[in-house]
């Protein structure tokens, strides 16, 4: 595998040891797959950063750790690579830990092994649960920050929160719903990917209490623990349509809206209204197709840009920034304001 890298700074990128790098460069045999990719994508991240070394300054590497579908993790990497060369003269290396499902000891291991190795950072979208909240206090006791993204660990020793505010994001979602039957009765398919996400618990709270106070005719069926994946979502779709013949729009928190879609036409009912979280490809084919009415969608690069500042303000000793996350602005998206980018 031709590249002009130590084996230790492919290692430091790919949170690898240099044994493992050395056997998947001379490719010796016993080396998953898995390992073989991410040592391909550690030489492919150091070539950016190399090709951008011109601008020299403060060298920073965070950890971007994320239990989150791929359509979901793939936004956020390109958010976070796209932002970083505008802090230059610093430059931020990223490392990149993602995963569609993980037990939380696993990610508190992770996050331990990360702290032992070092960083100057750790970029966080997992469950509020406490062996995750141990290994944030143990990360801070030793001077890293964590930024928790998207989904907040409020309870926990983090730095700073860069996401949207979820709880506004749940009673816009009602708003909208309210909306459009108020005169006409409705019952919502409501999905969350899992219960263990405050993020997502959030917006389930502002979203039955804006129909609880506003409108009580409109009846919500929940489904959750599908991990936003199309096949799990999909199953648990199914079958509550078939135990609610009175569903007939969905709000999707969680993700895997193909598969609820899906799950409409396989029943032979049109959903009447959907409403779905985040611009990613999906939702954007999805809004384009007008199988998807709303997305309620913030700026991932406005995330990215608080985290880098967070980082910075945290290294620096400079806190002043750091009093009380400054949380992006929900969107409303239709096929008709879709952002230019």
Known sequence: MAH?????????????????VDRVLNGRPGVRQQTEARVKAAIRELEKQQAGSEIQGQKRTIDVVMEAPERFTEAVR???????????????????????????????????RIRLRGTD??????????????AVARLEQAGIAVVTLVTDLPNSARTAYAGADNRAAGETAAYLVG?????????????ISSSRFRGEEEREIGFRRILRQQYPAIRIVEISEGH????ETGALATRALTAHADINAAY???GGNRAVLAAFERSGRACALFIAHDLDQDNLALLRERRVHFVLHHDLRSDARMTFR?????RSGNRTILGGSRLSAVEVITPFNLPAA
């Open 310 to 314: 967070a980082i910075l303000a945290r």
């Open 252 to 254: 999707s928190i969680g």
């Open 4 to 20: 002009p890298f130590l084996v230790k700074d492919i290692a430091f990128q790919a949170g690898l040891s240099t044994a493992t």
């Open 78 to 112: 390109l958010a976070f690579e796209t932002e970083a060369p505008t802090f230059m003269p610093t430059t931020f290396r990223c490392r990149f830990h993602f995963a569609e499902t993980m037990r939380p000891h696993d990610i508190a291991q992770l996050l331990d």
């Open 228 to 231: 936003g994946k199309d096949i």
């Open 121 to 134: 950072g750790v970029v966080l979208k997992a469950p509020d649960v406490p062996e995750i909240v141990g």
């Open 179 to 191: 909306e459009r039957f108020a005169e006409t009765p409705a019952t919502v398919l409501v999905t």
